[in-house]
């Protein structure tokens, strides 16, 4: 198995463009999770999905959009990058919704918006 | 608002010396989970606790929900365990909330 995988590991956008980040796992998770993680503030969930065609919001959602057509794949937008979303982003998944299994996370991505 | 509040943030230790590392939180929770985050930035799953103890090798998780705190233990703490260690709750179903972490630094 994979894990989770993530996609790309770095990348730099100007304000205003617009990219996908890319999360897949192999492991049949119906969880899956995407988090922004900056200096002193610990990880912030920004969306999250339970199963295939099933997304909700987390705490930080604004700028961002997801969709799960797959089991396999929870890709997140940014329509229009910010500075502000300068971060480093990490997708995560578990067997089931509702915190009651390990979080197998994947390797990040660190994206800079100029 | 912070829903975990983790200490100390900053902890140096002697190789061979116990460690604590506590996390209190001020939401009603499902689960609380342990997570490691290494130096190169990789992140890993400790433990996931609902209540009680649990133990994996040297590490030693705890939790008291009605106090609304829980620990992290490290016995006979090594080099290789200097990394930051992060609590995380499970409120309101599906919804994570993070500490800012505890960088942990373990000299030989």
């Known amino acids: 198995n994979a894990g989770v995988t993530q996609t790309p590991k770095f990348q730099v956008l100007k304000t205003g463009q617009s990219m996908t980040l890319q999360c897949a796992q192999d492991?049949?998770?119906?969880?899956m999770s995407w988090y922004r993680q900056d200096p002193g503030m610990g990880l912030r969930l920004i969306h999250y999905s339970v199963g295939a065609g099933i997304t909700d919001q987390g705490e930080v959602p604004n700028g961002y959009n997801v969709s799960r057509s797959t089991t396999e794949d929870f890709p997140l937008r940014l329509l229009s990058a910010a500075p502000s979303q300068t971060s480093v982003y990490f997708c995560a998944s578990s067997y089931t919704p509702g915190g009651w299994n390990e979080q197998f996370f994947g390797p990040g991505t660190r994206l800079t918006v100029l | 608002k912070n829903e975990v509040e983790q200490s100390p943030q900053n902890l140096t230790a002697q190789e061979g010396e116990f460690i604590t590392i506590n996390c209190s939180y001020s939401?009603?929770?499902?689960?609380l989970h342990w997570l490691q985050q290494h130096p190169g930035g990789g992140i890993v799953s400790l433990f996931m606790?609902?209540?009680g103890k649990k133990k994996h090798g040297r590490l030693i998780a705890t939790i008291n929900i009605q106090e609304k705190h829980s620990s992290l233990h490290i016995t006979a703490s090594h080099p290789r365990d200097s990394a930051v260690y992060i609590c995380a709750v499970v409120s309101g179903g599906n919804q994570f909330y993070f500490g800012t972490g505890t960088s942990l630094t373990v000299i030989p």
């Open positions: 492991m049949n998770h119906e969880y």
């Open positions: 939401v009603g929770i499902s689960a």
């Open positions: 606790l609902s209540s």
